[in-house]
Nanobody
């Protein structure tokens, strides 16, 4: 089972940018879709973005569309989440996840089998 480690979180002012990285172990990284989810205090975890195994198809939540971009580098076993124009409501713990298969629009937590420990993103106003 893949192990995932997120990095790149931190504190940023509203309007700023951060780039999250997810390092995955395992030789079959490029066989599965990847996703990013987030969980704000006292809220349920929610979908942010996902990307197909080859990186050709990505899907983002309406709440971050136009501001967040997901990408992956299969040669490095890494996935990324570029976050621009951050808002205080983006404050959350961000998790990356590996899906059970290759999906074009994976957004349901039940489609994902392995999860990282999360990285905190705090956006101040």
């Amino acid at each position: 089972q893949a192990q995932l480690v997120e990095s790149g979180g931190g504190v940023v002012q509203a309007g700023g940018s951060l780039r999250l990285s997810c390092a995955a172990s395992g030789r079959t990284f490029n066989s599965y879709s990847m996703g990013w989810f987030r969980q704000a205090p006292e809220k349920e975890r929610e979908f942010v973005a996902s990307i197909s195994r080859g990186g050709g198809v990505s899907y983002v939540a309406d709440s971050v569309k136009g501001r967040f971009t997901i990408s992956r580098d299969n040669a490095k076993n890494r996935a990324y989440l570029q976050m621009n124009n951050l808002k205080p409501e983006d404050t959350a713990v961000y998790y990356c996840a590996v899906a059970f298969g290759d999906y074009t629009r994976a957004s349901d937590e039940r489609q994902f089998k392995s999860w990282g420990q999360g990285t905190q993103v705090t956006v101040s106003s």
